[in-house]
């Protein structure tokens, strides 16, 4: 990418926005591209400040090897460089290494790309290398072919001369030939597609089973951050394209064996005809380079529009109840025909550019075609050749000539093609762009269920050092007690579902510790922590899955006795049972063939199925009426004591009988008591309470607790 302008603002915007896509398009990641923007946005200022804005600057970005270089050519200083340079941002220009060649001052900004093509290449192989033994075998079958087709030619020659002398026994000799070989070519193109299949179908199942195994441990703050789109587009698409990674171009390298062998035969018979065949290709392939050089890049920038679009569709069509109550159809349409045009406009930008290429490349193939037929008349008319020879050389031509370079743009496309979905997948299963949870070693043998929080701050976004806004949490700190029935309250927004959150280590807290029995959850493995949670969340999830299903996945071992038990508990046994599957009822997707309260009970007896030493509630029971709110809550006081119980509510009535309430408020814990000890001296938590009574008491009549 090379780019030419002045140091005014549109200059500086235009520069900052092609240097930022090329660094996309190669595979920067994103936080690397945006400290690389602002570094060369503040350089590109400081030299408008120091030249003004007629002043001249160029930028060049190119890759080498595993290195993508960004060089900044700048008018010279007299008096230096832009080292001392005061400015806000001056950290930021320490990236960048500056020297003076030909009276110019340069910048150069350096990016370490994660992989290079050797990376890749062993990467996919990985996949491929437990079946080798069917890869070879498709191989072999290939290479077989290869000699075949090579053969073939010169065979078909043999009986056009025979039929021209009228040879009849050389004629049926060579036909016989001709019909052995096609029988034998067709076993050996069956037992190839047989062997390519299997590595196919075997490779794409260790490659997506890896990749789901990776997405579920990549951290919940980059999850949120990325979105739906991105997952769904490298979990589909681009794990079929490596799956055939390596059939794919052992087809390829195949058929350009074939080609070379082509290529030798004619050596032997002509090598003036062999010059101009080679003269031809080249002029082809190198258009064809450039052509699929071209396209890597355009590919990268219409997949990630790709992603944001299917992202988009998968919100939209989760929540398209809520699209229509909200009746926001219009609104989201508008954006979706955004998504979709700015998809495709990509798409026919890339399109449009590989068909300027290509059509050279063919009109070329064209000229060479004509030219090569001039060729072979002149050799006969010299007696250079035979015209049986000239036939055979002339098949040749229409073997390898069009085809060969189509063969070549078909590898160079796919090639890239490759690289950059293994690049793609790759950056989910190990780049730095995409966190993975971490636990530590040490494993609770027999855990209790005291939680304990110990100055914790923590803030959904990154926290700027030296401010003092963005805190969820400040400075938290409390204690909930094996076998503890805690319940916490506080307005909306105040961190009651942050602290659960993390608990199960969903989020990382900023700074503080957070212990589980004692021990700093950052140094427990997973299964001493998620193991013994049990979280029933406000809106729970259920998967499209029959409802036996749903609840053996966090107890794949459990007998019907105890997810009988489970369901009576959580009072949703009679729902069940009245169904017409029963328990091997299939709930649609997201659980919407249920209503709200069957949901939540569905959940609940989920999550006492587990039987983990601490169960968590968030708001687990609006939408329950008043009956079966009545008879989950018994439920629970008949575990209390058995495990830790922390409860979130909006309702009061619903806690007001648990061992303790703790306030959320403020960042931390304002006061913690019983209901009647937080009534007398905690004015936050008796504005709430009043708050409620008035609503219950316009609603029902006097209430009290």
Aim: aromatic share 6%; hydrophobic share 40%.
């Amino acid at each position: 990418m090379k780019w030419k302008g002045k140091a005014d603002s549109r200059g500086i915007s235009k520069a900052v926005n092609l240097a930022e896509k090329e660094a996309e398009r190669y595979g920067v990641e994103e936080e690397q591209r945006i400290r690389f923007s602002l570094s060369l946005e503040e350089t590109l200022l400081i030299c408008r400040d120091r030249y003004g804005e007629m002043a001249g600057v160029s930028l060049r970005m190119r890759r080498r090897g595993r290195y993508l270089t960004a060089e900044l050519i700048l008018p010279e200083s007299p008096d230096g460089t832009f080292d001392g340079v005061d400015t806000p941002m001056a950290g930021l220009l320490k990236d960048w290494k500056g020297e003076r060649r030909r009276g110019q001052d340069r910048r150069i900004y350096t990016f370490r790309l994660e992989n290079t093509r050797g990376d890749l290449l062993r990467f996919v192989w990985k996949y491929t290398r437990p079946h080798k033994g069917w890869f070879f075998l498709g191989v072999l079958m290939q290479a077989l072919l290869v000699g075949i087709q090579v053969a073939a030619p010169m065979i078909t020659a043999r009986v056009i001369v025979a039929l021209t002398e009228g040879a009849a026994e050389q004629i049926l000799l060579a036909a016989l030939s001709l019909l052995v070989i096609e029988a034998v070519a067709n076993i050996f193109s069956i037992a190839c597609n047989r062997a390519y299949n299997v590595v196919y179908n075997k490779t794409l199942t260790l490659l997506e089973t890896d990749l789901v195994h990776q997405a579920l441990r990549i951290s919940t703050r980059c999850l949120d951050r990325k979105g739906a789109g991105l997952f769904i587009q490298r979990l589909t698409q681009d794990t079929s394209q490596l799956a055939t990674g390596f059939n794919t171009l052992a087809d390829l390298l195949s058929q350009s064996i074939e080609k070379i062998g082509i290529l030798t035969a004619m050596l032997i018979l002509n090598r003036t005809a062999l010059a101009v065949m080679i003269g031809i290709l080249a002029i082809q392939t190198v258009i064809e380079n450039i052509r699929t050089h071209r396209l890597k890049a355009d590919d990268h920038i219409y997949r990630n529009a790709n992603e944001r679009y299917t992202g988009f569709v998968n919100e939209m069509i989760r929540g398209a109840k809520d699209v229509k109550l909200t009746h926001s159809e219009d609104a989201f349409e508008d954006e979706l025909v955004r998504r979709i045009t700015d998809a495709n406009g990509k798409r026919m930008r890339m399109q449009n550019r590989s068909a300027v290429f290509s059509l050279a490349r063919m009109e070329i193939g064209s000229f060479g075609t004509y030219a090569y037929i001039a060729m072979l008349v002149a050799l006969i008319a010299r007696g250079e050749i035979m015209p049986a020879q000239a036939l055979v050389l002339f098949n040749y031509r229409s073997g390898i000539g069009v085809s060969a370079i189509q063969l070549i743009g078909t590898l160079m496309e796919f090639a890239k093609g490759l690289e950059l979905s293994a690049e793609r997948v790759m950056a989910i299963i190990s780049s730095p762009e995409f966190p993975k949870d971490t636990f530590g070693q040490k494993h609770l043998t027999c855990a209790q269920g005291e939680i304990r929080f110990e100055n914790v701050f923590f803030s959904y976004k990154r926290h700027l050092p030296g401010l003092s806004f963005g805190w969820v949490l400040k400075d938290m700190s409390f204690v909930i007690h094996p076998g503890e029935s805690v319940a916490l309250v506080g307005p909306s927004g105040c961190g009651k579902s942050t602290v659960f959150n993390l608990i199960s280590r969903l989020y990382e807290v900023n700074e503080g510790v957070i212990r589980f029995d004692g021990a700093d959850i950052r140094e427990l493995d997973a299964e001493s922590i998620r193991g013994n949670l049990a979280v029933v969340p406000q809106n729970p999830y259920l998967f499209q899955l029959t409802i036996r299903e749903n609840l053996r996945l966090v107890k794949p071992d459990m007998t019907e006795e105890e997810m009988r038990t489970a369901c009576r508990m959580a009072c949703i046994d009679q729902d069940i049972e009245a169904m017409p599957g029963g328990y091997d009822s299939l709930i649609d997707e997201d659980g919407v063939n249920l209503s709200g309260g069957q949901r939540q009970r569905l959940a609940i007896a989920r999550a006492l199925l587990k039987d983990a030493r601490v169960l968590m509630l968030d708001e687990a029971t609006s939408a329950l009426d008043n009956i079966t709110q009545a008879k989950i809550q018994q439920a629970i006081s008949n575990i209390r004591g058995e495990r830790t119980v922390i409860t979130i509510a909006h309702r009061l009535s619903t806690v007001v009988h648990a061992d303790r309430i703790m306030v959320i408020g403020r960042g931390g814990v304002v006061d913690q008591g019983s209901h009647q000890e937080l009534i007398g001296r905690c004015p936050e938590y008796r504005e709430l309470y009043e708050a409620e009574s008035a609503v219950l008491n316009s609603e029902n009549g006097p209430t009290v607790f």
